[in-house]
Structure formats: C-alpha cells, structure tokens
C-alpha cells in the first residue's frame, strides 16, 4: 500500500508538471498570436515615390522551379524548387545587390528617400559578412560553399527554407497501388493526371498529357502488372521502379533531384495575404470572396506595354510591379498588382490608434502620413491585389529577364478550394494561411470600414464561416477541405482532405527602400539586378554608352 502511495504521489507530480508545460505553452502560441494581430504591418510612406528590394529572398532564374498558388482563404503561396545554381548565386546576388545599390547612391544616381531600409539592408550584408563571402565561391569546395550558403539563407528568411527529404521508394510502394485498378483498362486523360500527380502529392501539377508522359504511365502500368503477377519478387519491383522514376522525373521535368532512393531538396516558400474581386459568392450556405477566372494561367505581357515586367505610368501604382496573368478585352487585365487608393492615417476610422504615430525607420522622425495595407478580402475589380513589399518580394523571386517571365505559371483555385500544401515534407499536408487578419470595404475610393475585426478568431470566423475547429493547442483544423485540380488550363474539384490542419504562416515583414523619382525602365532594370543576370547599365545611368 505504501509503495502504492509512493507511484500514486509521483503520477501526481508528473502529471501536474506537464499539465503546467502544456499551460505555459498554450500561454506562449496565445501570446504569439496575439503579438500577429497587434504588430505594425503593411508599409508606412509620406509620398508616392520609386522603391528597392531590401530583403533577402533568393532570386530563380528558373521557370519550372516555381509554383504560384491561390486558394481559399486569400492567400497566395509562392515555392521555389532551390537548385543548386540559386543555392550557388544566393551569397553572389546579395552581394551584386548590394554593390549596384551603394553605387547608385555613392554617385548621385538615385537619392533615398523617406525610410532607411538600405541602412538595415547594408548593416545585415556587412555583419554575416556576405561580400567576403560571396567572393570566396570560386575558392572554396562547391559542397562546402553550397551549405554556407543555405545557413545564411535559412537565417535571413526564418521559417520560409524547408529541406524535403522523402523515401521514394516508400511513395512508390503506396503509389503503385493505385494503378492496380488500370491494369485491365485505359486510365482516361483525367485519371492519367491524377495519377501521375499522386506520385509526389501537392507538389506535381502536371495539367496535360503529352504522349511522352503517356508512354512512360502506360509502361510503368505494365511493369507493375508483371510485379503482382510475379508474386511481388525483388527484380519485378526493381524494374517497376525504375519506370516510374523515369515517369516521375519527366513529369516534373528534373527539379527534384535524387540522393539514393530519397528525394533531398530544399524550397523556399512564401505565403502572402491577398485581395481579390470585391464580391462575395455562396458554397455551401457559406458566403465566402469570389475568386474570378480560376484555373492555370502563365504571366502574359501587358497589351499596352507589351512586357510582362510591366510598372504603371499612374502614380497611384507606386511604381511597383504589375505582373498580368490574364488579358480582359483589348485594353485590360488581370494582374497581380498593389493598392491604387490612399490610406490617410490619420483619417482612417479602424487601425489602432498606436500605428497613428509611427515613425519606424523614418528618415525624418515624423509620423507616416500614408499605409499600404492590404485588405485581405473582396477590394479589386478583378485583379489580385498584393501590398507594396510583397509584390517587391515576388518580383525579386521571379527571373530577371523578360523572356523567361511568361514561362512562369500561376494556379488559381476556385473560390471554395484551399491549398493544400505538405510545406515541410513530412507526408502530413496543412490548408494554407497567414498571419494576418485585416479586410475592409472602399467608399469614395477610400478605406472605409473593417469587414472583420482584427483579431484571429473573428476574423477566420469572417473569413472562413464554419466547417472548422480549434484543437487543445488553439490551432485551428478544417473538417473537410476540397481542394482543385487543373487539366490544361482548367480548374476542376480536386482531392478533399478531411480533419487537416491549418499553416498560419508568419506575416513577412516588407523590406524596401524609397528613393527619388527616376524613369520607369530606370526602375524596372533596377528590380531585376542579379549575379546571374546581364543588367543593362545604360539604362541605370551607370554606363555613358
């Protein structure tokens, strides 16, 4: 009995310690959530005026590396496949950045203006010691240099680098299943994409079947016939298993290298609040934004400008990108593109009084007058609105040169399907999000009220209806998430997830620096400097010829 007691008074202890870790805890995701809903966001200015990249995303020169995908919940992910030529550029292009901005500014080209983003740009590069660094490259072992590179990248962009490590001859044994109901009949078009995309879920969004693809599924199909009927021997897997690498790697067109039997890659990816068509549409007995023109779309060039790395002549735009997706009519378009409308701080009814005052980074140590803030709901006429540094963050991640801008893809879900993405490789997806809860309506062209108040729980209330929860840990957890599929340029219902939880991704803070008014291709040539880029120095007054 005595020893009894003794276990019994211990439980106790034990229990009651871990049920004070678990409290403190839950005190610490309150506490963060509530440091998300109560943080400066957007960006402070006192006048419209060009703009620079300040912050340290990696710049892709590769098309097929990168994936833009919209779903419910108004948000935009961006992913970025990193091979081994951005890892390698990473340090160079910091540091090319940072040489052709001090340039410009030690000449006189360009006078900053407003904020010190530079200031705090220059102080990062110069403390990791980025420019040594970056000149060490051809000196040091590829492997070696490659690693020093993904630390300071995963430093400067906490939460956003993700190594992948995936068993794919485990995927496969799980995949292989599927096609046992193909072995005595033709997979159509659709089934054919489905399966081909199950290989590596929420990460292949192969859209057409090429007879190139088709062959090698209709192989892979075959190969796998053989192994069931050769009671599942070693060799008949072998050779299975090599046709569905061989269908896997073209499907995917090689951005997922192999180390072994394991996939071993690193991605960097980006979620952002957006806004979209000022409507509101039911699913379900839910009113939830309407999302315009779902399906595939690549970047398109502007019709009047006719580049895709187009900047407005409107002030109004902040000489920020505006990268078009879709052609309406003859003169418009459907763009990914900042606020057109003034936000007076002063003026403005619903943010909190303290961001009234702020004078964060100001060259002057006066108020901000004016906020980009986005309204993560209904506000545009069609396009997607994304605020001032996030759309400068996009466009860093893109490629350089025009010509490889229409080969980037952008996927746009219907209006009541999420995004569901395995963000960090561990076969568990998660529905997309973001920490950021503020959405209002326009009138007179003006902000006007909050469609949601600014704290979590209203606003996914708001935003999300019904049809969720919240687990021990505050996390919220959908009961069913429908997500789309794409065949050709379509979006069609996809997959629905059941009892899946939802990413709060961390809101990135936006990291520019104003600068005087300069000629837009003067702009635009500046936002696309890189080490691996030819940049045009006439055009950025550097270069007499």
Same mark, same amino acid.
């Given at each position: 009995?005595?020893?009894?007691?003794?276990?019994?008074?211990?439980?106790?202890?034990?229990?009651?310690?871990?049920?004070? =870790?678990?409290?403190?805890?839950?005190?610490?995701?309150?506490?963060?959530?509530?440091?998300?809903?109560?943080?400066?966001?957007?960006?402070?200015?006192?006048?419209?005026?060009?703009?620079?990249?300040?912050? @340290?995303?990696?710049?892709?020169?590769?098309?097929?590396?990168?994936?833009?995908?919209? /779903?419910?919940?108004?948000?935009?992910?961006?992913?970025? !496949?990193?091979?081994?030529?951005?890892?390698?550029?990473?340090?160079?292009?910091?540091? @090319?950045?940072? #040489?052709?901005?001090?340039?410009?500014?030690?000449?006189?080209?360009?006078?900053?203006? =407003?904020?010190?983003?530079?200031?705090?740009?220059?102080?990062?590069?110069?403390?990791? &010691?980025?420019?040594?660094?970056?000149?060490?490259? &051809?000196?040091?072992?590829?492997?070696?240099?490659?690693? %020093?590179?993904?630390?300071?990248?995963?430093?400067?962009?906490?939460?956003?680098?993700?190594?992948?490590?995936?068993?794919?001859?485990?995927?496969?044994?799980?995949?292989?299943? =599927?096609?046992?109901?193909?072995?005595?009949?033709k997979p159509s078009i659709q089934e054919s994409l489905a399966l081909i995309n199950n290989m590596l879920?929420?990460?292949?969004?192969?859209?057409?079947?090429?007879?190139?693809?088709?062959?090698?599924?209709?192989?892979?199909?075959?190969?796998?016939?053989?192994?069931?009927?050769?009671?599942?021997?070693?060799?008949?897997?072998?050779?299975?298993?090599?046709?569905?690498?061989?269908? @896997?790697?073209?499907?995917?067109?090689?951005?997922?290298?192999?180390?072994?039997?394991?996939?071993?890659?690193?991605?960097?990816?980006?979620?952002?609040?957006?806004?979209?068509?000022?409507?509101?549409?039911?699913?379900?007995?839910?009113?939830?934004?309407?999302?315009?023109?779902? /399906?595939?779309?690549?970047?398109?060039? #502007?019709?009047?400008?006719? !580049?895709?790395?187009?900047?407005?002549?409107?002030?109004?735009?902040?000489?920020?990108?505006?990268?078009?997706?879709?052609?309406? /009519?003859?003169?418009?378009?459907?763009?990914?593109?900042?606020?057109?409308?003034? &936000?007076?701080?002063?003026?403005?009814?619903?943010?909190?009084?303290?961001?009234? =005052?702020?004078?964060?980074?100001?060259?002057?140590?006066?108020?901000?007058?004016?906020?980009?803030?986005?309204?993560?709901?209904?506000?545009?006429?069609?396009?997607?609105?994304?605020?001032?540094?996030?759309?400068?963050?996009?466009?860093?991640?893109?490629?350089?040169?025009?010509?490889?801008?229409?080969?980037? !893809?952008?996927?746009?879900?219907?209006?009541?399907?999420?995004?569901?993405?395995?963000?960090?490789?561990?076969?568990?997806?998660?529905?997309? /999000?973001?920490?950021?809860?503020?959405?209002?309506? $326009?009138?007179?062209?003006?902000?006007?009220?909050?469609?949601?108040?600014?704290?979590?729980?209203?606003?996914?209330?708001?935003?999300?209806?019904?049809?969720?929860?919240?687990?021990?840990?505050?996390?919220?957890?959908?009961?069913?998430?429908?997500?789309?599929?794409?065949?050709?340029?379509?979006?069609?219902?996809?997959?629905?997830?059941?009892?899946?939880? $939802?990413?709060?991704?961390?809101?990135?803070?936006?990291?520019?620096? @104003?600068?005087?008014?300069?000629? %837009?291709?003067?702009?635009?040539?500046?936002?696309?400097?890189?080490?691996?880029?030819?940049?045009?120095?006439?055009? $950025?007054?550097?270069?007499?010829?």
């Amino acid at each position: 009995m005595k020893k009894l007691s003794i276990f019994t008074a211990l439980l106790l202890i034990l229990l009651t310690a871990f049920t004070a =870790q678990a409290t403190e805890q839950n005190k610490i995701q309150s506490e963060k959530r509530n440091d998300t809903e109560n943080e400066l966001q957007g960006v402070y200015y006192y006048r419209i005026e060009p703009s620079f990249y300040t912050g @340290f995303a990696p710049r892709c020169q590769e098309p097929n590396n990168i994936h833009i995908h919209l /779903g419910r919940g108004n948000q935009v992910r961006v992913t970025l !496949v990193l091979s081994n030529p951005v890892i390698d550029s990473y340090l160079p292009d910091l540091a @090319f950045r940072y #040489h052709v901005y001090d340039e410009l500014i030690k000449t006189s080209k360009i006078k900053l203006t =407003q904020n010190l983003g530079f200031e705090k740009f220059a102080r990062i590069i110069k403390t990791e &010691n980025i420019v040594k660094l970056a000149g060490e490259r &051809n000196r040091m072992n590829p492997r070696a240099y490659r690693k %020093i590179s993904l630390e300071i990248l995963e430093k400067l962009n906490p939460g956003r680098v993700f190594h992948i490590h995936i068993n794919f001859d485990q995927q496969m044994h799980r995949w292989s299943i =599927q096609l046992a109901p193909f072995l005595n009949k033709k997979p159509s078009i659709q089934e054919s994409l489905a399966l081909i995309n199950n290989m590596l879920p929420t990460r292949m969004w192969v859209s057409e079947l090429p007879w190139r693809l088709k062959d090698k599924l209709k192989n892979a199909i075959a190969l796998y016939g053989i192994y069931e009927e050769d009671l599942k021997s070693e060799n008949a897997w072998k050779s299975f298993y090599h046709a569905a690498v061989e269908l @896997f790697e073209a499907a995917a067109n090689n951005i997922y290298p192999f180390n072994g039997k394991m996939l071993d890659f690193y991605e960097f990816t980006a979620v952002y609040p957006v806004g979209t068509l000022n409507q509101m549409a039911k699913y379900d007995g839910r009113n939830i934004p309407l999302y315009p023109c779902p /399906g595939k779309r690549n970047l398109i060039h #502007h019709q009047r400008t006719k !580049v895709v790395d187009h900047i407005p002549d409107k002030v109004c735009y902040g000489y920020l990108p505006w990268l078009p997706y879709m052609h309406v /009519g003859k003169t418009l378009h459907n763009s990914f593109h900042t606020l057109w409308f003034q &936000n007076n701080v002063k003026r403005n009814t619903f943010i909190p009084k303290e961001w009234k =005052q702020n004078t964060k980074n100001s060259r002057t140590g006066k108020p901000y007058p004016y906020l980009w803030l986005l309204s993560r709901g209904p506000m545009s006429h069609g396009c997607t609105h994304v605020n001032a540094g996030h759309i400068s963050e996009l466009r860093q991640m893109l490629p350089s040169d025009e010509k490889a801008l229409p080969k980037v !893809v952008t996927y746009r879900n219907k209006s009541n399907h999420f995004d569901v993405f395995d963000i960090d490789g561990d076969g568990r997806p998660e529905v997309m /999000g973001v920490k950021y809860y503020h959405a209002y309506s $326009l009138k007179h062209k003006k902000p006007y009220k909050r469609r949601a108040p600014a704290d979590r729980k209203s606003f996914y209330k708001w935003l999300y209806v019904n049809g969720y929860r919240y687990d021990a840990d505050g996390g919220l957890v959908f009961d069913q998430a429908p997500t789309s599929r794409f065949v050709r340029k379509n979006a069609y219902k996809g997959e629905t997830y059941e009892n899946i939880p $939802l990413y709060e991704a961390e809101y990135t803070p936006e990291t520019l620096q @104003f600068y005087n008014r300069m000629p %837009i291709p003067f702009v635009r040539e500046l936002r696309r400097i890189s080490s691996t880029y030819d940049h045009n120095r006439k055009v $950025l007054k550097l270069d007499k010829k």
